[in-house]
T-cell receptor, first 116, second 111 residues
Framework: GAVVSQHPSRVICKSGTSVKIECRSL??????MFWYRQFPKQSLMLMAT?????????EQGVEKDKFLINHASLTLSTLTVTSAHPEDSSFYIC????????????FGEGSRLTVL | KQEVTQIPAALSVPEGENLVLNCSFT??????LQWFRQDPGKGLTSLLL?????REQTSGRLNASLDKSSGRSTLYIAASQPGDSATYLC??????????FGKGITLSVRP
């Protein structure tokens, strides 16, 4: 299957700082990428849909200014958690669909964010 | 609003047993259904994708079925192994192209 790479896999930061997480499609182009958040023993919650060359679409309740998404190319989307607080600590996972695919989603390895 | 349910939340079986994991969804207007595997602290690995027009898909010891009209899917694992221990999630893609996940079933296969 297609490969989606996320970096960093783990990050620890101080409260008030910003953290950037990268999501790359390694062997395919993705016009659309999705960012999810997962709390312990919970399912994945869709945060936003990242669209190449245009603004991201955020789900209800997700702060746009808090979670900045940029999809500057067909292989890279970034999520920046701005002014991070301890409650932002979570597991963030991105996914992407292969262009002209039947809709199968491929996921990155996830990024564990811990805000002290 | 689509809701995906996976019951039970956890399952423990002895090695070698054949088992079935269930998934149900409330809105039958779906494009496809995917089964994923998630190991602790890791991302998701796609196991099987069933398009809305299909009834089942097979990959190795895994077989997934889809009954769209009744809003149900099952993942059948044959001859389970300790390495199959993980959380299994099902997710459906709706008309808005968004994926809705169940909470997953944590499977433990005892040696």
């Amino acid at each position: 299957g297609a490969v989606v790479s996320q970096h960093p896999s783990r990050v620890i930061c101080k409260s008030g700082t910003s953290v950037k997480i990268e999501c790359r499609s390694l062997d395919f182009q993705a016009t659309t990428m999705f960012w999810y958040r997962q709390f312990p023993k919970q399912s994945l919650m869709l945060m936003a849909t990242s669209n190449e060359g245009s603004k991201a679409t955020y789900e209800q309740g997700v702060e746009k200014d808090k979670f900045l998404i940029n999809h500057a190319s067909l292989t890279l989307s970034t999520l920046t958690v701005t002014s991070a607080h301890p409650e932002d600590s979570s597991f963030y996972i991105c996914s992407a669909r292969v262009i002209q695919n039947t809709g199968e989603l491929f996921f990155g390895e996830g990024s564990r964010l811990t805000v002290l | 609003k689509q809701e995906v349910t996976q019951i039970p939340a956890a399952l423990s079986v002895p090695e070698g047993e054949n088992l079935v994991l269930n998934c149900s969804f409330t809105d039958s207007a779906i494009y496809n259904l995917q089964w994923f595997r998630q190991d602790p602290g890791k991302g998701l690995t796609s196991l099987l994708l069933i398009q809305s027009s299909q009834r089942e898909q097979t990959s190795g010891r895994l077989n997934a079925s889809l009954d769209k009209s009744s809003g149900r899917s099952t993942l059948y694992i044959a001859a389970s192994q300790p390495g199959d221990s993980a959380t299994y999630l099902c997710a459906v893609t709706g008309a808005n192209s968004k994926l809705t996940f169940g909470k997953g079933i944590t499977l433990s296969v005892r040696p």
